[in-house]
């Protein structure tokens, strides 16, 4: 009788995903060498804000939302707030809308910031964390956290608060900041733009494994500007032009059973990316000039689809926020009046913004008095999860024959291109690889 191999089991386990924000695990399984099966298990019990926000009137779903995410409450606020005030029939004078796109940028800076240098730069330098990074590089880290806290002084200005803002209300803010305030900030955004340019040059000269995808970018249009804080239509790369409004008539939410988060997806075409690569793919024309020349001399291509140059687009989204709020500080003007109005009545409203990690969606309906009758909350991280899983199938399909430690290291580094956040998406990580 000929003998048989009996197939190889192996076995690749990392208990806890440092560097991202939640709990999860990932589990791989090949046989016979080949990739079987990826799943992306966020095990990190569901935190039913949608159902904490019924009941509840209208004017408590910025400050409830903001506690979704500590990193990026802002845009937990700006979405609610715009679906809120479609429904009463508001628009916000560009003044309140100025200082709304302000308070934004402080939260992509401080966002952004901590990802590029301390969650995401230890991955290309070999390090396993940024205080052991802060140990051979102590200057790296000081400029991290130095642009960390202007960002987070920039909220405080504006939103009163750097964590979960407590100025921010439906039709714009409770107190609007003196012309002085934002004055006495330039000075910091000015270096705040020059060390962003640093981080853009130091950035591309990392070394990126060889690996691109033909990804279906998705983005929100904001009308001539590079998009933050607001816009009405979604676009993609691949004939994706809808209203905002539409969100559910395109994209689906499925329930995988090793996910307490669910699973966006386009009806049409399946797994698609939010966030910085979109971003840029779709409105690199808008960046403001300082950005683009960065990302020219850093010699990004037009559209980047490698997933591990998400750390250079991000540092020019880090460009691009210091000089739009700079710019923002120096043409300042208080508003007559820090907020709008806003009457309740019965309906359904639609808000959209551009998270740091790509577009959150709002969707509420309200009763006659205001209450909230309904409330579906999408976050980036959710949208990107079929994403990740897919890129994970095909990175370790072409990376199989690393050895287990790097192999291992080039898994969490690619879900870290992401900059998951896990506690978002409930509303990772454990890795385990099978082999047999």
Known sequence: MPETTAPKTRE???????????????????HDGAVEDVKLRIYEPPRFFEGLLRGRPFTEAPDVTARICGICPVAYQMSSC????EVCGVEVPPRIEALRRLLYCGEWIESHALHVYLLHAPDFLGYDSAIELASVAPDVVEKALRLKKLGNRLMTVVGGREVHPINVRVGGFYRAPEPAELAALEPELVWARDAALDTVAWAATLDFPDFEHDYEFVALAQEGRYPIDRGRRLVSNKGLDIEISEFFEHVEEVHVEHSNALHARLRERGSYLVGPLARYALFRDLLSTTALEAAEAAGLEEVVRNPFKSIVVRAVELVEAAEEALRIVRTYQPPEQPF?????????????????????????????????????????????????????????????????????????????????????????????????
């Not at 690749?12 to 440092?18: F, M, P, S, W």
Request: proline content about 5%.
């Open 12 to 30: 690749i386990r990392t208990d806890y995903l440092a560097r991202v924000e939640g709990e999860g695990g990932m589990l791989v399984t090949l």
């Open 82 to 85: 715009l679906a809120m005030e």
């Open 340 to 436: 709008v109005e806003c009457t309740p009545r019965a309906g359904v409203g639609h808000g959209c913004t551009e998270a740091p990690r790509g577009i959150l969606y709002h969707r509420y309906e309200l009763a006659a008095d205001g209450s909230i009758a309904d409330a579906k909350i999408v976050p980036p991280t959710s949208q990107n999860q079929g994403q990740i899983e897919d890129d994970l199938h095909r990175f370790v399909t072409a990376y199989v024959q690393l050895p287990e430690d790097e192999l291992r290291w080039k898994c969490e580094q690619a879900i870290r291109n992401y900059d998951p956040c896990i506690s978002c998406a409930t509303h990772f990580l454990t890795l385990d690889v099978e082999r047999s």
